[in-house]
């Protein structure tokens, strides 16, 4: 911008920067790197023409930041195209009621994914017919810790799955029964790529979160 300065520079933020103090782990970070931090994130934001974010409550916070209105909300959003191998398949009959979730989930759910492994358990230990009738994949890539919940848990009808190609990921999704969202307290009010591919295909969409925006 300096050594062009007629060049309209429009950055873009999928997530926060310095407000986000778990999944980047900010909360870690001395205070002095912290402060470094918001320097870098205030030179970013008052140097850009244009700020761009997926969701009005980050653009509300970053029009804060500024003192300006300069930042405006992008909608995440699929494309039709990606889905085009698809036409014309039918959607197999499952043997069991399947619950798909595709993507990384975030580190700092503890708070979510434990309730979500013991409701599971108490299925299992109270209704073991239906137990045996769900199962919930998760492709992508997942922390070791949830793996041993569930493992300790001994929820054999939670699987996970190493990550796969955008076409694999989408017949999945096609093919599944329900698809799952899981949202960390920061990001509550996301509509993220994942929950579009979702209704891009016409699923339903189970979300564990606590209460967002409506």
């Known amino acids: 911008k300096r050594m062009f300065p007629t060049i ?23 205070d002095k790197c912290i402060e470094e931090e918001k320097k870098m994130e205030s030179f970013v934001l008052n ?3 244009k700020i761009t974010t997926v969701a009005k409550v980050m653009t509300d916070h970053f029009n804060q930041v500024t003192k300006t209105k300069k930042c405006f909300t992008l909608l995440n959003g699929y494309d ?14 499952n043997e069991k009621i399947t619950f798909v979730f595709t993507g990384n989930l975030y580190k700092n759910i503890e708070n979510i994914f434990i309730p979500f492994c013991e409701a599971i358990a108490f299925i299992k230990a109270n209704h ?4 045996d009738r ?13 793996k ?5 848990k001994k929820l054999d009808c939670i699987r996970f799955h190493e990550q796969i190609s955008l076409n694999e990921t989408l017949e999945h999704i096609f093919h599944a029964d329900y698809c799952m969202l899981f949202l960390n ?5 996301s509509l993220s790529t994942k929950f579009c591919e979702y209704l891009g295909l016409k699923k339903r969409v189970v979300l564990f979160s606590k209460k967002g925006f409506s």
């Not at 039709?80 to 009959?93: A, N, Q, S, Y």
């Open 185 to 189: 307290d920061i990001y509550s009010f």
């Open 148 to 152: 041993t919940i569930v493992e300790d």
């Open 8 to 30: 309209n520079l429009i950055v873009d933020f999928r997530d926060y920067w310095t407000e986000d103090n778990s999944l980047f782990h900010f909360g870690s970070l001395s």
């Open 134 to 146: 769900v199962v919930f994949d998760f492709f992508g890539s997942q922390p070791p810790n949830y």
């Open 128 to 131: 073991k017919d239906l137990y």
């Open 47 to 49: 140097t850009a023409d």
């Open 80 to 93: 039709p195209d990606d889905f085009e191998f698809l036409r014309g398949k039918t959607k197999k009959k």
